[in-house]
C-alpha cells in the first residue's frame, strides 16, 4: 500500500483535514483490490461474497464482537466494516492467563463492489458470530423481464 | 504525525486440520484462551458460524474434548472466499483437580466458555488465625 502524504497547511481546519485525510484512506482501502481479495492473512474479519442476479451477500466471522461493536456503512458501491473486539477478560484481579490466541482490537475494512447498492434495501444480521449483509442491487442495475406484446 | 492508535487486529486464518478421519468436510482448529480464576478454569474458544446445539463436549480420563459444527447457510458458491465453513475440534488436557459434574458451557456471539470449576479442595483457602 502506498504511503499516504499530504500536505494540511491548505486545509483551513482540523476537522476538514481529518475529513480528507479519512477519505483519502477510504479510497485506497477501497480500491487496493489486492487487500480486499486476496493474499488476505492478517486481516480481519475474514469475508466472503456471494453474488446473485439480485444482489451481494457478504459474511464476516467476527466471533465476540457484540453488534454494538460493528459499524456498517454503505456509500455507492463502497461497503465499510469496522469496529472494535474487546476481550473482556484480562489477567490480574486473580486471573491468570495461560494461553491468549484470540486477537482484540479494533478492525477496518473496505470493499467495493461491482456494482451500486440499493440502500433502502439493504439488510445487515448478526447470527452466531457471523456478520450477514444483504445488499440488493439498485433497482435500475437489476435484470428485468420485457413481455413482449403482439401488435 | 503519530495518532494514538487503538491495537489494530493481526488475525489468523483458520487452521484446518489435517486428521485421518473418516467424516468428510474441513475441519478447524479454533483460537482459544484459557485462563485460571481463583477458583476455576475457563475456556474461551472462536467458533464463528456455531449453533449451542451443534457444540458437543466431552471430558473423558482427563482429555476435554470440544466438537462443533458449523453449517454453510450459503447457497450459492463464493465469489470470492476468505474463510471456509466447517467444523472445529480441539482437545485440551485438563488437571486432575476438576469439579467435573460442574462443569458449564454457554455460547454468545459464535465463542463459547467453558467452566471448569476447581474441586472444593484444590480452591484458595483462606486460613483465619486464631488468637490462642
Redesign the interface.
Known sequence: MNSINRNFTNETSLPRAFASLSRDLHRQLANDRNRSFRGTRGVFPAVNLHESDTGYVLTAELPGVAPENIDVSIEGATVTLSGERKIERVAGDGVAVHRRERQSGTFRRAFELPAEIDLDAAKATHKNGVLTLDLPKSAALQPRQIPVETP | MTYPT?????????DALVTEDTRPGLVFRP????????DAY?I?A??????ESDVEIQLDKGVLTLDAV?PDE??????????RVGGYHREFRISEDIDRASVTAK?????LELRLPKSAESRPRRISVEAA
Request: proline share 7%.
Open positions: 487503538h491495537r489494530e487486529i493481526e488475525a489468523r486464518e483458520k483460537d482459544v484462551d484459557i485462563l485460571e480464576e481463583p475457563v474461551m472462536d467458533l464463528p458460524g456455531t449453533n458449523a450459503t447457497s450459492s458458491p463464493a465469489r470470492y472466499a476468505e474463510y455460547m454468545r456471539h459464535g465463542v
